[in-house]
């Protein structure tokens, strides 16, 4: 199994930046997809960015331009860089990845961190 922590998440006003990261843990052979999603109050859960583990990237659209996600293979940590922030944004930011548990799987297993709250004020 994986444990995701995160950090970052806080308080911030309108057009400011901020930075989340999100590191992992635990027992596993590698990680393979590793991705931010966020649930604004009474919305559902939606993606925001992910990259792989050759560094492709991809980009919810109202985030692409302000939004940038990369990794640390080394650290086994994501991070989501955020730009120009909107009070839109407002939302609980979750972590996810994608991993392989042993060198022989087939098939990837999912662990979710904690979630960090965002708020962007006007």
């Known amino acids: 199994q994986v444990q995701l922590v995160e950090s970052g998440g806080g308080l911030v006003q309108a057009g400011g930046s901020l930075r989340l990261s999100c590191a992992a843990s635990g027992t596993f052979f590698s990680i393979n997809v590793m991705g931010w999603y966020r649930q604004a109050p009474g919305k559902q859960r939606e993606l925001v960015a992910t990259?792989?583990?050759?560094?492709?990237?991809n980009y919810a659209d109202s985030v692409k331009g302000r939004f940038t996600i990369s990794r640390d293979n080394a650290k086994n940590t994501v991070y989501l860089q955020m730009n120009s922030l909107k009070p839109e944004d407002t939302a609980v930011y979750y972590c996810?990845?994608?991993?392989?548990?042993?060198?022989?799987?087939?098939?990837?297993?999912?662990?979710w961190g904690q979630g960090t709250l965002l708020t962007v004020s006007s």
């Open positions: 990259v792989n583990s050759g560094g492709s990237t």
């Open positions: 996810n990845s994608n991993f392989y548990r042993y060198s022989w799987s087939v098939s990837l297993v999912t662990a």
